[in-house]
């Protein structure tokens, strides 16, 4: 992989992210609601008090005002001031996007440990038994939703079994390896409702890849070279075939984080996900544009990610 391919891929971020903080900051201005709408209500707050706050941040400016000392305090590290939870923005978000960042990590490795194998012996075998359970149970994995599969799991692990807490907490009153055991058992029915659903419809991607790829020329070559079945699937087919599966990934993950949203609501995981719900629900707009500022950072960052991993897959993209 050339060091210009990986600068020409960076540079491409910068515009990236500035159109998209445009597009985000537009919209939230446009929406209806008032993060001091309460105050206007409120007989206790005089209306010159309220109305010396809407100035002091800025809330009575032109939309293109706001937005350019939003950038430039953003570019200073000042994230803004949640008027809900009356403390820092960037303090709020970084509190809650480990855990986020842990159970979205956590389900994209199950899922991606789930569909390898199962997508790979499914395509090298078509048709076969073991190919239609694969399928079958990919498209019913597929079909469900997450907020039905988390109910599910806490029905029948939760409330039936009593094996698994439903509700996440942060706050474990314990040490040593019965601390992280806790934080284990709290956080397998998340990431196997995120995990599981994100599997489910890289397996049949994958199967569909390796499909193409395994009847190309130079698989049926090395196979006459008397290289063996195992060395032609993981050095010939596999790596070829993961390069549209990387693509796949990449443009997932809006909907990867759009489930953890619904799943951290489910399951009460203290993660920027319900942190933005409930900041919508407040009209808490500074929280609201960092959140879905962060998300899509995020979502950048996993396609430049990808862009990198196609480089590494396939040289040949570098020099293109």
């Not at 939003?70 to 960037?90: P, T």
């Not at 855990?99 to 390898?116: E, N, P, R």
């Not at 290289?227 to 993961?242: K, Q």
């Not at 599966?245 to 489910?266: C, D, K, N, R, Y």
Request: proline share 6%.
């Amino acid at each position: 992989m050339s060091r210009q391919y990986l600068i020409r891929r960076l540079l491409l971020v910068i515009p990236a992210m500035l159109g998209i903080s445009v597009i985000l900051y537009t919209v939230l201005a446009l929406a209806p609601g008032d993060p001091f709408s309460e105050l206007a209500t409120n007989p206790a707050v005089p209306p010159e008090v309220a109305a010396a706050l809407r100035a002091k941040f800025g809330l009575d400016d032109p939309p293109l005002v706001r937005y350019w000392h939003w950038l430039l305090a953003m570019l200073h590290g000042d994230w803004g001031f949640s008027f809900a939870s009356r403390m820092n923005v960037d303090t709020l978000i970084l509190q809650r996007l480990p855990t986020t960042l842990v159970v979205i990590g956590a389900a994209q490795l199950l899922a991606i440990l789930v569909a390898l194998p199962v997508g790979v012996l499914a395509g090298t075998r078509p048709y076969s038994l073991f190919d239609q359970i694969a399928n079958t149970l990919a498209f019913v994995g597929f079909s469900l939703p997450t907020f039905f599969t988390g109910l599910l799991l806490i029905l029948v692990f939760s409330i039936q079994l009593d094996w698994l807490p439903f509700v996440y907490r942060a706050d474990i009153d314990a040490t040593g390896w019965r601390f992280y055991w806790e934080h284990l058992k709290q956080s397998i029915m998340p990431v196997t409702v995120l995990g599981l659903f994100q599997g489910a419809s890289l397996v049949r991607y994958v199967r569909s890849s390796v499909l193409d790829v395994v009847r190309l020329d130079y698989v049926t070559t090395a196979r006459s070279k008397g290289i063996g079945e195992r060395n032609v699937i993981t050095r010939h087919v596999v790596r070829n075939a993961l390069i549209p599966v990387v693509t796949l990934v990449a443009l997932q993950m809006p909907v990867v984080f759009s489930g953890a949203i619904i799943t951290e609501q489910i399951f009460r995981v203290p993660g920027i996900g319900s942190l933005l719900i409930s900041a919508m629900l407040a009209n808490d707009t500074p929280v609201v544009m960092a959140v879905t500022f962060v998300f899509s950072c995020l979502v950048v960052l996993c396609n430049l990610i990808a862009d990198v991993l196609y480089a590494w897959l396939d040289p040949r993209i570098a020099f293109r």
